[in-house]
């Protein structure tokens, strides 16, 4: 992957938030590139550390929560020296996000075209016109019907997938190099979901862009993303060509996951994983998944590391891909 400039480069980075008795380790040890014109979809439960990930590349994460070691590169600059006004630089000029929900991301006190028109104005020199010309024109290619009308619009006037494109929109509008979406279809109907992945996938394919997907909806990965990072309980336990990953996987996590969101034919039992994620500063010693795996066994006693599987994966597993149907 090194040949390569990479969008993102975790590198043995880890994350900690402050509690009343020091500091409790949140994601660890992350190795992770995401390729420029790559599309990579990071799974997990909640609180697997997928959002904390993707917050650290913008610069945004809670005021408790700091990196505690390892390195976070965006276009082989390493963050870990950014000051705000570095940060602000980059986030939506080179780097956009867009949000599970807009409604909180949008300022209910001002249309959506001038916080469109605030974006670009922050990045460059233009005039309030022809920022404004600009945010029709980007509300039009996203798919917003009657842009001029729209653009004096407030978030409460439109429909939850307009509010979205307004999003999508607004992340786009500076023709960043990295788009990263967190969950940007898990408040919407089945329908303007796979709209809304419809856009991302034509503009990813348009603008060249990287695109770092967090998602629960394994359906949409296997859509869209180049590769699939699954991560669990903070850290990474599988990374694969999606086809490979969902027609081989390897991790017992991974399976679980794969068999929890399959159809089942009617009389037959659903997938399910039992049990919960393992809290922060609860993790066992070992395997962190190994309370909840049908296979754990004494080997499982020793933290596993990540290690190649010879075929473009990694897998975080004593027994990689020894899980059998049960």
Known sequence: MSETLAAISYRGFSLARTTADGWEPLVTDLNLDILSGEVVAMVGESGSGKSLSALACMGLLPDRVRRSSGSLSIFGTDTSTFSD?????????QVS????DPMTSLDPCFTVGSQIIETIRAHRPVTKSQ???????????VGIPEPQRRINAYPHELSGG??????????LVMEPQLLIADEPTTALDVTTQASIVSLVARLQNEMGMSVLWISHDLGVVASMATRVAVLYAGELVELAP???????PQHPYTMGLIESARIAVRGEPFGYIGGSVVEPGQW???CRFAPRCPRASAQCDVHPPV???????????????????Q
């Not at 307009?162 to 992340?171: C, E, K, N, P």
């Not at 999606?242 to 081989?248: C, E, H």
């Open 307 to 325: 290690g190649g599987t010879g075929d473009d994966r990694q897998v975080r597993c004593v027994h990689p891909g020894a899980l059998v149907a």
């Open 85 to 93: 006004n570095d940060w602000q630089s980059i986030r939506g000029a």
């Open 284 to 286: 066992p010693a070992g």
């Open 131 to 141: 920022a404004r010309a600009r945010a029709i024109e980007i509300m039009d290619h």
């Open 97 to 100: 996000m867009v949000f599970q």
């Open 242 to 248: 999606t086809a490979k990953l969902f027609d081989d």
């Open 162 to 171: 307009l509010r979205q494109r307004v999003m999508i929109a607004a992340a």
